[in-house]
């Protein structure tokens, strides 16, 4: 049955002393979302018995009528959970014996010591359900406390993603309740204020449509969200959304950045080769990321001194005196020298100055010059970027194949 | 003065839709920690006046006298957090004139039309004291209810930071607290549960120093606490953790991965050159991670085709007919091709199967070749991994380096 108020109660101290950040509500909450099912509350404490307890009734008195509850199921001491929820419900822990002898098999299994600490984790309130955990020790278990149902999980990231799979959405699957419609949009190459203003027109025209925005550096991702009856709506939202945006937008799937332009050469059957100098080799950690890029991705070289990209690219010593080497010269020899060595149809090359050091008053720090390398001819491109050395380099590469991406993978578009 | 109770009222429905993760509780309690301070309790709520107004209430009635509230302070309809300390307080909202008379200065300057929505930014609760936020357009307010202190910030993680530090570290600083002594100490190469082993000891050992682990991946982060009268104690218990880790230790320090080796190399007026494979460019975003890298590192080639083998390292066709490109023989080929092309000390190489696809029986996804040559010789090293493509490539890259890292910069080492 589809819960009226849900809320989340994380347990821990870690969670609280800036050691882990939670992001277990973030993915419930995603994946609640798809049933148009709304987190309301999400309350973090501290592994301490009577706060448990108190908090468990504030969450009842509240109205809600589910509460997930993450963490505090492990085998230490400060592990309470269960402990709480017993004392919540004024009965005794037992223990199952079923998985106190399954963790006594693993732990054999794994020649260590079989702990009193260790079968704690068989140890559930009188009443509670026992619930399956197939990749980690401990089992949760569901809780009713008055109005509230509690499921209880481990706070383990892997093992909560699996608890949130088998006894939640599992179940809610199978009521075949009307799940909200999704779409999402990724682009690179606009600030967010920018997709805001193209999409600006988007809340008047679709009224139905929930319009996101979620910032993943370097890229801005959209979704659109809507109700079962109204995916005609999204569909024409969709659609608004594509026109908009253009050529920034370059995938509506989830995977690597370079995904969409790596099966785009490949069905060409074209090739790229990389000459790096600033970014490191960071271009090339982007192209394989793409399972199977091998087909498509030849050689990749980073030349970080100037006797390299001599020697191995063919860049003139002149080139290098005159205009030195971040210069759009000296990236377009790059460029034309990487794809005649490696024969391949283009060649892309990157140089620049990532920072903190290195900068001039002509060629200030996050100067960056880009080329791109055809047989009949080789386009160039200039950035200018104010961030630090991490993200000016990954804003480099990101770029670099963004260039290729609009004209191979996206020929009707324009940078 | 340092409170006693401190807690953190998180609002946004970005929050508990599965939009954004806060961690700004995160940053908040690691920067109280070295004072001591502990956040007892995090609530995050949606964007609703009568729910902030009933949590604040709740947050003073638990005996909490200081509260930091995060968002809903910006210029749109949904950001109600100073209404909701007018309502809790029973007093109007006011506007500040200074603030107001700032914002339409920044909004004329931008070109920007001058809105209600904008000029609702400088609106604060009678009684309520403006916070000042030099990087953005907000100020925060503090607001005294009964026994409790709230202080709202902005909640976008830059200004939110501008705000812990300004008006929250910053005095408590001037107190001359007694803060928080604390060490970090940053391991590769042995799990968890290894590290956790090693360092069973020194909980009883040093019974005043708190002991915590974070998984980085792939690094295990290590942090040692103690009160200020224990720092005799602490600087004992640091021996005792180098002394268990030995060289997986690798830094007490942040940074890049790869720092202490590139520094040492540099101070040695030793180089590198690199020959990757499967990693794809990544050992060369390693290096280049760490500013001024260019002094030691000559030369990064990704040969992902045997062609390139071949033709740019000199690998010869029999090694990889017989061989194959993931192999011992060919790693090793390719180490010394690419330290003699380069003319560097150090020629380091990596050819492995990523995955999801190209493993064999002999030769499983997740199998992985380095090698490591000097003039004098060359030695190699084989993993076997068992994470998906991404996982793979990250921790070969990094196992890579730390073989150099351990013979170089901590030469009495073992691997």
Redesign the interface.
């Known amino acids: 049955m589809k819960p009226k108020r849900v809320e989340v109660l994380i347990i821990g101290d870690?969670?609280?002393?800036?050691?882990?950040?939670?992001?277990n509500?973030?993915?419930?909450?995603?994946?609640?979302?798809e049933f148009n099912i709304?987190?309301?509350?999400?309350?973090?404490?501290?592994d301490d018995t009577p706060?448990i307890v108190k908090e468990a009734k504030?969450i009842n008195a509240r109205g809600t009528d589910l509460c997930i509850v993450s963490g505090g199921l492990g085998p230490t001491s400060d592990d309470l959970t269960a402990l709480a929820f017993a004392n919540l419900g004024n009965v005794q822990l037992e223990r199952d014996t079923e998985t106190a002898q399954k963790i006594k098999e693993r732990l054999i299994e794994h020649k260590r010591p079989v702990t009193e600490n260790q079968l704690k984790q068989a140890d559930r309130p009188v009443s509670s359900q026992i619930l399956k955990n197939s990749v980690g020790t401990a089992p949760g278990f569901s809780f009713r406390y008055q109005d509230c149902l509690f499921m209880a999980f481990p706070g383990v990231p892997k093992e909560f993603d699996f608890m949130i799979e088998e006894h939640i959405l599992k179940p809610l699957r199978q009521e075949a309740l009307p799940s909200l419609k999704k779409k999402s949009f990724r682009s690179f190459g606009l600030f967010e204020a920018q997709v805001d203003d193209l999409l600006s027109g988007l809340p008047n025209k679709f009224p139905s449509i929930r319009l996101?925005y979620?910032a993943h550096f370097p890229e801005i991702i959209i979704t659109l969200k809507a109700s079962p009856q109204d995916e005609q709506t999204l569909e024409e939202a969709s659609e608004f959304v594509r026109e908009q945006l253009g050529p920034s937008l370059f995938s509506e799937e989830e995977g690597p950045f370079a995904k969409g332009l790596i099966e785009s050469l490949i069905n060409s059957k074209e090739t790229l080769s990389i000459a790096?100098s600033?970014?490191?080799?960071?271009?090339?950690?982007l192209?394989?990321?793409v399972?199977?890029?091998?087909q498509a991705?030849?050689?990749?070289?980073?030349?970080?001194?100037n006797?390299?990209k001599i020697k191995?690219l063919g860049v003139k010593e002149e080139t290098l005196s005159k205009h030195g080497a971040v210069s759009e010269a000296t990236v377009i020899e790059m460029a034309e020298g990487i794809r005649k060595l490696?024969q391949a149809t283009y060649g892309l090359s990157v140089s620049g100055i990532?920072?903190?050091?290195g900068g001039t008053p002509d060629k200030p720090v996050g100067t960056i010059f880009i080329a791109l390398s055809k047989e009949d001819k080789t386009e160039t491109k200039k950035l200018s970027l104010l961030f630090g050395?991490?993200k000016n380099?990954i804003l480099s590469a990101f770029s670099a194949l963004d260039l290729l991406r609009r004209r191979h993978h996206y020929p009707r578009g324009n940078s």
Not at 278 to 285: A, L, Q
């Open positions: 870690e969670l609280l002393d800036g050691r882990v950040a939670d992001t509500t973030l993915r419930l909450a995603e994946a609640l979302s709304q987190v309301t509350q999400r309350t973090t404490i501290l706060t504030s996101g979620r790096e600033c970014t490191g080799g960071f271009i090339g950690h192209i394989t990321e399972p199977g890029s091998s991705f030849n050689l990749g070289v980073t030349t970080y001194s006797e390299s191995l490696s990532a920072g903190p050091d050395r991490e380099k």
